[in-house]
Structure formats: structure tokens, C-alpha cells
């Protein structure tokens, strides 16, 4: 593994100047002290130039190729195509450059295997843009169900639920500050990066459960503790629309499930909530792009005289992205292991194949 100099700041190449790119990655990255951009790859040039111009990033390419030989580069974030973005990743850690890419890591095993390969060949470290395990509600969640378990003091784990309707995800973004050209998007055959027993007619439904779910599962297992090898899918009950229903899982010897839906609400219904035989502790997700997120915990506690409370998960103005994008640049600086890495995220790969092999019927 190579690590950086923990004096200098990390010299930063970008892939993609979409709307993720531009409302979450691009500013918080340049806003780190940490963190220098040096440079920009995008497909439509003159998008690229404004982009590259507004954040006073020096060098413009047309590829993700181009950032591979360049030696000012340390490391390189992605945010691209779901289904064509883990190609690039594979491309960059295979040449030894440190990448920080949006989730899903890949949308097939098989896409997943392939970039853990070139992680292993290249020497570059891979983490995923997992932002909720970055959410302090969520780290103070997953830190008194730990407390909890290993006290014993509230009794036996029953059950986590985790429920995620989506209805509003832009938050009420202006998304009239995005920058943008009339360019087309070059195509690109997507269609081989599926798994192999995918149905044509359900690549694009499993693309939207997967791109959106995969943070629920993957929340669910972090905050448990769960390991890929202990966790399996018992219970599959999704509507024809691929996206709405409930998966009941095993976690570590915890039933668990995630409640999913498509939904027309002005916010977004989103928390989880997990059950020890003498109390509780319930975090509700605040909109994804409220920023700061201010998200909001309760915490009940069962015995002679029951109580609840509410504490405030700190830092208190933070926004789960930028927390990622500082945990990426704090941990190439000092060799800590990421907290969502390319390795542990090969689980939620496998098990949203599980998931949609079971809705299915294959």
C-alpha cells in the first residue's frame, strides 16, 4: 500500500462534472485545506472548460486515460455513469492511483472483482463514497448499539429496521447554479456491465434499487458490524416496479429489514431504527442534501424508570459529504484504513445480485 506525505496536501484529479460532481464533490474538495485540484477530466469540453475555470483547476483532459500518467497526481475521485464508472476506477487503481468514487462500486460481481483486481495490481486504495457511514447520527447510533451489546446492559439485539422512502433528494437544490453546455454525452454500451443473468427488461430497474438501496444495506451492516460472510438474504417482497417492497435479512444473527419505495412526498422519509429487548435507538436521516445534515436521534431506555433522550451527534454543522471527503484525504495521509472500503463494499454487491435473483425468480 502507498501512502502519502502527511505534510503536503493530496494532489486531487476529478472525473465528471455532473450534477453530483458539482453540488457535493467538486466544492467540498476544494473548500479542504488538505486537498489541492489539479486536474479535470470531462467528456464534453466546453462544460469542462467552465467547471475547470470556476474552480481554478489548472489542467483540463478529455479522459480519465489522460490522468493516469500524470505524476502531479496522487489520487483521483469519480463520479461518472453508474454503470461505466467502476471501469474507470479499475483503470486508475491498476496504474497505482488512490480513488474516491460514488457508490455503487459496481453493478455486477463480476464489475466489482475486476476492480478489487486492479486495486491489488496497482497498489492504489480504493473507498467508496458511503456518505451515511459519515453521518454523526448514524456514528452515534451505531456506537450505543455497540455499547450495548457488549455491556448486555438492555438485553438481547432484536431487530433493525431500516425504512427509505425517497421523495424529494435534490433537498430544494438550485439546481439552476449547475453549470451547463448544450453538449451531448458521447454513448457508451452499457448494457455488459450487468450481471450475465440480468434479463435485458430489468437492467434499468435494477439499476435505480441498486443505486439507491445499496446505502441502506450497507448502512444496516455497518452499524451491526456485519461482515459479508454473516449476513444472507432470507426474504425478498418487491412489487413489479423492481423498487418497492420489503428484504428481510440476517445480519449477524439480527433479523433485519429494509423498507424501500418510490414515493411523491415533498421531503424524504428515511430512519432506522434498532430494538434490544429493554431499549431503543432511532435515527432519522435528515434530506441528502440538507447541508448541514442536523440529523435527529432518540434513544429510549427501559428499567425501573424509563426515559428517553434526545442528544446531539457532533460535530453539529456537519454534512456527511464533506465528512467523507475529509476522511479520504485524513486517511491517505496517514495510512488509517477507510471506513468504507472497496473490500468490505464487494458485500453490497453480492447481495443486491441476491436480491433481484430472488425477486425474479432466477
Known amino acids: 500500500m502507498k501512502t502519502l506525505d502527511p505534510v503536503k496536501k493530496v494532489r486531487l484529479g476529478y472525473v465528471g462534472c455532473g450534477f453530483i460532481a458539482q453540488h457535493i464533490h467538486l466544492p467540498n474538495f476544494a473548500s479542504l485545506r488538505d486537498c489541492e485540484l489539479v486536474a479535470l477530466a ?3 469540453p466546453a ?3 467552465k467547471v475547470a475555470d470556476h474552480y ?5 483532459v478529455n479522459s480519465h486515460q489522460e490522468l493516469i500518467d500524470n505524476p ?3 489520487a483521483v475521485a469519480v463520479s461518472a455513469d453508474y454503470m461505466v464508472q467502476g471501469e474507470i476506477a479499475a483503470d486508475l487503481l ?4 488512490h480513488v474516491f468514487m460514488e457508490k455503487p462500486m459496481a453493478v455486477s460481481m463480476r464489475q466489482a472483482e475486476t476492480i478489487l483486481a486492479a486495486a491489488d495490481k496497482g497498489g492504489g486504495r480504493l473507498m467508496i463514497g458511503y456518505m451515511k457511514r459519515y453521518d454523526p447520527g448514524n456514528l452515534l447510533v451505531r456506537e450505543t448499539v455497540r455499547r450495548w451489546r457488549q455491556s448486555g446492559e438492555k438485553g438481547q439485539l432484536l431487530y433493525l429496521r431500516n425504512h427509505g422512502f425517497t421523495g424529494n433528494w435534490t433537498a430544494g437544490r438550485d439546481t439552476t447554479a449547475l453549470i451547463t453546455t448544450d453538449e451531448p454525452m ?3 454500451s452499457r448494457e455488459h456491465f450487468a450481471p450475465d443473468w440480468l434479463p435485458p427488461e430489468f437492467v434499468g430497474r435494477y439499476i435505480s434499487y441498486l443505486q439507491q438501496y445499496t446505502h441502506n444495506i450497507n448502512l444496516a451492516r455497518f452499524v451491526l458490524d456485519a461482515a459479508a460472510e454473516n449476513v444472507t438474504v432470507k426474504t425478498v417482497d418487491l412489487d413489479a416496479d423492481g423498487m418497492t417492497g420489503i428484504v428481510v435479512f440476517d445480519m449477524n444473527g439480527t433479523r433485519v429489514t429494509v423498507e424501500s419505495a418510490q414515493t411523491k412526498f415533498h421531503g424524504w422519509d428515511e430512519h432506522t431504527q434498532v430494538y434490544f429487548e429493554r431499549g431503543w435507538v432511532h435515527a432519522h436521516s435528515p434530506m441528502l442534501f440538507a447541508n448541514p445534515g442536523q440529523p435527529k436521534v ?3 431506555e427501559g428499567g425501573d424508570a424509563p426515559y428517553y433522550s434526545y442528544p446531539i451527534p457532533t460535530p453539529i454543522a456537519a454534512w456527511h459529504y464533506k465528512e467523507e471527503a475529509q476522511h479520504f484525504l485524513d486517511a491517505l495521509r496517514s495510512g488509517e484504513p477507510f471506513r468504507s472500503p472497496g473490500t468490505d463494499a464487494l458485500a453490497d454487491v453480492t447481495l443486491l445480485e441476491t436480491i433481484y435473483r430472488k425477486h425474479l425468480g432466477l
Open 42 to 44: 470531462e467528456l464534453r
Open 47 to 49: 462544460l469542462g472548460r
Open 56 to 60: 481554478g483547476i489548472k489542467t483540463l
Open 72 to 74: 502531479e497526481i496522487d
Open 94 to 97: 491498476a496504474a497505482g492511483k
Open 186 to 188: 458521447p454513448p457508451k
Open 298 to 300: 432518540e434513544i429510549y
